[in-house]
């Protein structure tokens, strides 16, 4: 039986990667010295061109000494399953990230290790025995539930677990396109936004090849502050999340984050021979630490 929490993770080499979903933020993550994993959305690319830029990006990934992972859609319908039925085994990534329990059981059906695949936050690993029943099967991680409060991601097993510590956070997955119902479905995919009644902007990205849309909040998650805490909680690897953000937005926040003394510490290293934390002024934009300071009931 696994025990909650894993203590302080004194020395142990402390991870950081990024996920995208527009091809000009991988260049930021590929030149980067600090991070080690890159999530590629499959909203990047056109499901003609998969093959060969993911051929392409994992080329140059492994020259920098980096790992590529493609995130399967988060709707995973029978289409959807036909196409990657027809090109998985030809997709040049070391793993995968499943957002659903369709494309975890599709990876698994079609013989991908188990120790290639890692969950994204919208699987549930909010209690221990749901945990441990994923890890039965052999998967390689998950990724830290967004709904958890302080209290609740401290006293969680956080072995093998990631999390997002910046990024718009989806607020909900819809089959209702708004870019159809405004102007008529064209097959291309933008970014439309949603104004509410205080004259907020949510963002909304419909993703064409897979006939959904995402919203999502419209200010970004950003969990910089208390880097040192979540690391005493056990948890070893980082993710920033890249949505909307233009190739400069994406090297500003990545630049921020890569000089904290959290991932500058090498494997066996001392903490108290960790680099002083000259902070980094972050773009002048709203933040908001999601549920982290208030859970969900």
């Not at 499943?98 to 188990?114: R, T």
């Not at 933008?190 to 849309?213: Q, S, T």
């Not at 926040?253 to 680099?275: D, R, S, T």
Request: charge should be neutral.
């Amino acid at each position: 039986r696994e025990m909650y929490g894993n203590g302080k993770v004194s020395g142990q080499k402390i991870f950081l990667n990024g996920s995208i979903e527009q091809e000009e933020q991988i260049l930021p993550l590929l030149d980067s010295s600090v991070v080690s994993r890159i999530y590629i959305d499959s909203s990047v690319f056109s499901r003609k061109e998969t093959i060969d830029k993911l051929e392409e990006f994992s080329a140059q990934a492994q020259k920098r000494k980096k790992k590529i992972y493609y995130i399967l859609p988060a709707v995973f319908r029978c289409h959807t399953a036909a196409f990657y039925q027809a090109v998985l085994h030809d997709m040049k990534v070391d793993g995968f990230l499943v957002k659903s329990y369709d494309a975890l059981a599709f990876l698994l059906k079609e013989n991908i290790e188990p120790k290639r695949i890692r969950l994204d936050h919208s699987l549930y690993t909010w209690s221990t025995e749901s945990r441990n029943a994923f890890y039965s099967l052999g998967i390689e991680g998950d990724t830290v539930p967004l709904e958890l409060n302080r209290k609740e991601v401290r006293k969680r097993n956080n072995r093998n677990s990631e999390m997002v510590i910046y990024g718009h956070q989806p607020l909900m997955t819809s089959a209702q396109c708004i870019k159809k119902n405004l102007t008529g479905c064209d097959h291309r995919s933008e970014l439309c936004y949603l104004k509410d009644r205080y004259g907020v902007f949510f963002p909304v990205k419909n993703h064409c090849n897979e006939c959904y849309n995402v919203i999502y909040n419209s200010r970004p998650l950003q969990l910089l502050s208390i880097l040192e805490e979540l690391k005493s909680f056990g948890i070893a690897s980082f993710r920033l999340s890249f949505t909307t953000e233009t190739k400069g937005q994406a090297e500003e926040i990545l630049n921020v984050y890569e000089k904290h003394p959290v991932f500058q510490v090498k494997e066996g290293q001392a903490e108290k021979e960790m680099p002083d934390f000259m902070e980094v002024e972050m773009p002048k934009i709203e933040y908001t630490y999601g549920h982290y300071k208030r859970g969900v009931e």
